[in-house]
């Protein structure tokens, strides 16, 4: 039997099927509010069991990208609330991505008053888009002082409270991809002298704290984490692949401790196998594979016994009934580039189904 299509139960995690949708950053969010046309493209896709969203901002500093939604808000809050209503309509539950951008973003991406941060004053090299002056180097960001730490967790922990309010089934740290959280772990980016830099335990601090603080407002078993060990994404320059290693076995640990649903694995670099068994023997809960999966290798996956879930992210993008054409065979959809990240339907809802 394929196990891809079986119910999947483990805790909280009561989900129709063992699909997921990945996060996806789609910029369809004008004035970083929800709305209307991303209620019908997470609607389309409810034949996941678990649909996780874009990445969402917690503050106003963390909107580094252009149209990307916010939860910080009452009105974004409020927003959110037709689209979990879809969501669960259609039989699937929904985590909401919290991410901060930190340094990846430019000022013009903003809203007035919100600052660039990270935790130092290291750039990333290259460029991002922004809607009104174009393609942009990334500039210097502010290094978050010491004083303003326990301010930026609480920021999680409002937005995770505010997910709660909008119907979502939990919320999921963006710890991967080259944002902030990553951002603290990279010893190359994060060169604070605090106790929020140095060890490895140091630069796991702000990934632990932020989770431990949300999961006491809202409670573990609506807490994911994402993960993307050994990748270099927004300009994180690699290091050592023990200190790698070390870094992402305490991280298992410490959130198998704090009892939460679930840890993401997003695989954007070959990640050495006795780093996964780390990862597996450290964390009980229940572990999500993503990227690059076909139905046949995620098949495998699963069979294989890291992963409980498998995630896709292109497949959904361009498949809203990928769970259909998995069942029946069928050939898939292939995703339109060009309009990945560009306002309207175009390439976001008219992805045809069988």
Request: net charge negative.
């Amino acid at each position: 039997m394929n196990k891809l299509l079986m119910p999947y139960h483990k805790g909280a995690l009561q989900l129709k099927n063992h699909l997921v949708m990945a996060p996806m950053t789609r910029s369809r969010a004008i004035n970083n509010l929800p709305n209307e046309l991303m209620a019908a493209y997470y609607a389309q896709r409810s034949g996941a069991g678990l649909i996780i969203t874009e990445g969402t901002a917690p503050s106003p500093d963390a909107l580094g990208y252009s149209r990307i939604p916010g939860i910080f808000s009452k009105e974004q809050t409020n927003a959110w609330k037709e689209i979990t209503a879809a969501v669960h309509a259609g039989g699937s539950r929904i985590f909401l991505q919290l991410m901060h951008t930190g340094r990846i973003g430019h000022p013009a991406n903003l809203p007035a008053g919100a600052r660039l941060v990270g935790p130092s004053t290291i750039k990333a090299e290259g460029e991002i888009w922004t809607d009104t002056l174009g393609q942009q180097p990334y500039p210097t960001p502010e290094m978050l002082k010491t004083a303003e730490i326990p301010s930026l967790i609480a920021e999680f922990v409002n937005a995770a409270k505010n997910a709660v309010e909008a119907g979502f089934d939990g919320v999921e740290l963006h710890g991967a991809n080259g944002y902030l959280v990553e951002q603290f772990l990279n010893p190359h980016v994060n060169n604070r002298n605090d106790e929020w830099g140095g060890s490895i335990a140091n630069r796991a601090k702000l990934a632990i704290s932020i989770v431990s603080a949300m999961a006491a407002a809202i409670g573990a078993e609506k807490i994911g984490i994402r993960f993307s060990p050994y990748s270099t994404l927004g300009d994180l320059p690699a290091y050592g692949e023990q200190v790698v290693h070390d870094t992402y076995a305490l991280l298992a640990k410490e959130m198998n401790k704090l009892n939460i649903a679930y840890v993401h694995v997003g695989v954007s670099a070959a990640i050495p196998a006795r780093t996964l068994d780390a990862i597996r023997a450290g964390f009980e809960g229940t572990i999500i594979l993503c990227n690059g999966l076909t139905p046949e290798t995620a098949e495998a996956a699963l069979q294989a016994g890291f992963a409980d879930l498998v995630a896709f992210g292109r497949a959904f993008l361009a498949n809203p009934d990928l769970e259909k054409r998995i069942a029946e065979g069928a050939a898939l959809n292939q995703p339109d580039y060009n309009t990945l990240y560009t306002p309207g339907p175009v390439g976001y809802t008219d992805y045809a189904s069988l």
